[in-house]
């Protein structure tokens, strides 16, 4: 199974989808070029509805980490290295910048955590 959903997390199914291939696409686990499973093969499987998968696919491919060919079917994009360096970039600037505000490591992860959490 390429990814699995808790139905008892507080955290929606698509998001769970989601992450789950966003993670590993961004490790490396899920190589350029895969061929991701149909949204209703995936749907089958983890036992939920088409549409539920057909969004974290959209969602991924908006974030470039997958790309549809129509009927071939969704694949992990070879953007999908660079949005991993362009957040770590991001998160070098964002740690620059709350360093320069004198606030404390604590207190920036907070503010990353809430703004994640929406």
């Known amino acids: ?3 699995s959903v808790d139905p008892a997390s507080a955290v ?3 998001e769970q989808v989601r992450s789950g291939l966003a993670r590993q696409i961004n490790s490396g686990a899920l190589a ?5 499973p149909t949204v209703r093969g995936l749907a089958e499987e983890l036992g939920i509805a088409p549409n539920t998968i057909a969004r974290a696919y959209r969602e991924l491919e908006e974030a470039g980490l997958i790309e549809t060919r129509g009927r071939a ?3 992990v994009a070879s953007s999908g ?3 991993l360096s362009r957040a770590r970039e991001a998160a070098e600037t ?3 910048v709350t360093r320069a505000l004198g606030l404390s490591g604590e207190d920036a992860l907070k503010i990353v955590r ?5």
Request: proline residues 8%; glycine residues 8%.
């Open 12 to 14: 929606p199914p698509y």
């Open 114 to 118: 809430a703004a994640l959490a929406h």
């Open 1 to 3: 199974m390429i990814v």
């Open 81 to 83: 290295d660079e949005s």
């Open 94 to 96: 964002y740690a620059a």
């Open 32 to 36: 350029v070029g895969t061929k991701l």
């Open 73 to 75: 079917g969704s694949f």
